[in-house]
């Protein structure tokens, strides 16, 4: 009467392979993958100090408006010429200070082409001014 029943198979699960296609997969993504670099801006923040400031020692101030708008001195100013009259200022100082003044809520893709003009030109001492919208 043995006809009827089954055999029991022993049925043994091998990880092995499966394992490989994870490390596989793991190898793959790891390779795939893009690791973004972020780029980040020093600004030197301006400190108050007792020494007395000579017209020479004054730094450039460049005020930027909400609309975008860039002028140094009262004078407008567009983001293409911005190098040229830096450069003109700077001839009239012995440092190469620049203070950037704008509001808060002013676009920072504007702020940050200011910020590569500058430094294009060679200008590390940068100063950031914000000011609360009245």
Do not use: H, Y
Request: hydrophobic share 45%.
């Amino acid at each position: 009467m043995n006809l009827l029943r089954k055999q029991k198979k022993s049925i043994d699960i091998n990880v092995a392979p499966l394992i490989d296609v994870v490390f596989l997969l793991l190898i793959f993504f790891m390779l795939a993958s893009e690791f973004t670099d972020f780029k980040t801006i020093d600004m030197i923040s301006p400190n108050s100090s007792n020494k007395t400031i000579q017209k020479s020692d004054l730094p450039i101030i460049i005020n930027l408006s909400k609309e975008g708008i860039i002028s140094i001195d009262n004078n407008e100013v567009t983001l293409k010429n911005l190098a040229k009259n830096i450069k003109i200022k700077l001839k009239n100082s012995k440092d190469e200070k620049i203070i950037i003044s704008t509001l808060n809520d002013t676009k920072i893709n504007i702020l940050i082409e200011i910020v590569d003009t500058i430094r294009s030109i060679g200008i590390e001492n940068i100063a950031l001014i914000t000011k609360e919208k009245k």
